[in-house]
Every structure is written in C-alpha cells, then in structure tokens.
C-alpha cells in the first residue's frame, strides 16, 4: 500500500486518467481498433505512432539479432581454419582475417566468452587480436580481470607468449581510446587502481620476465609498461580535478 499511495502521491490527476485510459483500451481488442488518438488537455496520444515505433524498435531487435549470429559465425569459421601454435609468421593470414571481422562486430560481449582460462587456444587468439583491433571499453573490467587469472597461474594458463603479448597490447590500446579518445564508458578509479595492480603482478610473473630476455620492452612487458602510463595519466588526471 506504501507504494501505492507514493505513486498517487507523486502523479497529477490527468497524469492517472491517461493511465487508466492506456491500460483500459490496451484490455479491449475492439475498442483499439477504432481509437486511434487519445486526448487529455495538452496530452494527445497517437496511438498508431507508438504502434509503429514499437514495430520498428521489434525489426531492430531481429535485424541486431540476426547481426550477431552472424558474427558467431564467421568466428565460428575463422576457429576452423588455422593452427594457433603454428610459427608467429604464419598467423599473418589468420589474424588478418580475425581483424577483418572485428572491425565489423555489431557488439563485443560475445569475446568475453573466450576470455577464460578455460578457453582453447584458439579462442583466446582470437579475443585477442579481436580485442587489440577494436578496443572495446566496455570489455575492460572482464579484460582485466581476465589478465588477474593469467598473472595467478604459474604457467600463464599454458597460453603461448604471443598471445598474451596481444591481450596486454590489446588492453594498452583499449586505454588509449577510453583515456585519450574519450571512448566511453571510461571505467570509474577502483577500476583503474585493480588494473595496475594486476599489471605489476603480471610484470613480476616468471614466464613474462622470461619472454625476450634480450630486449624485454619487445616482449609482455612492453606493452604493459605502455598500458602503466596511460593508467598513471588517468589517475593522475583524476586526483587533480577532485
């Protein structure tokens, strides 16, 4: 009843009666057919025009569902047709094609499927580079906390170096474009102090000091030095304006 009485509370009189009207008519399938606009002072109600906006918003619904199969699909395909641990040099094909496809995702909630230690190698190779080529911010929290995984498992989840090299370098872009280009969400400062903290620990795993001993900054650590400042930048910006 409480609530109730704090809707009548907040709701003027005319406000009510077009309510009432709305789920009156919305009742009697005759009545809708020969009502076509409602009229309450200054309020009138087109009835065929929500009808017609909500047929719209429903064909965009199937047409954006539609899209994203589509895009499962052709991932689908991409995942059949190239070996993960072949030699660097020929993953040239596969990753442009894995680019080619990224750049054209109607949405990028479905990469954060593959981000799991559970995830085969392929897979990964492909959020990965798919992630570098389009920076999703929305995919930063998952990201990171994917990269916390791979940080607290000994063997890196087994994953090969390179690809780890591009999920970092992916995380380094996606940076960019949310703290330079202004890409939003830009993710809030918990966010950001986790994500350095799982740099470090990233940067002090064995396996990632390992990885091109002769000129490490070519290795994970390059790309996770890079991804240090911009989130020294961002913090940095945001303790000045408080």
Partial sequence: MSIISNILSNTSLWELMVLAAVIYIATQPELRKRITKLKFGEFELELQ????????GKEKIVELEAEIENDRRQFEDILQNFDPHAPVSQLAEARQAII??????????SLADYLRLSASAKELYVAAVSIREKRPVSLLPELIRFLDELASDSQLGGFRLNTIWTLTSGLHRTLIACIRDGVTPMPDQQTLAYAQQVLLKLNNHPKVRADRPDAPLKGIQGPIKHAQSWLEKAIAGA????
């Fill in 239 to 242: 303790n000045n304006s408080e």
């Fill in 49 to 56: 025009s929500l009808k017609q906006e909500v047929e719209k």
């Fill in 100 to 109: 080619a496809e990224a750049r054209n995702l109607s949405e990028t909630d």
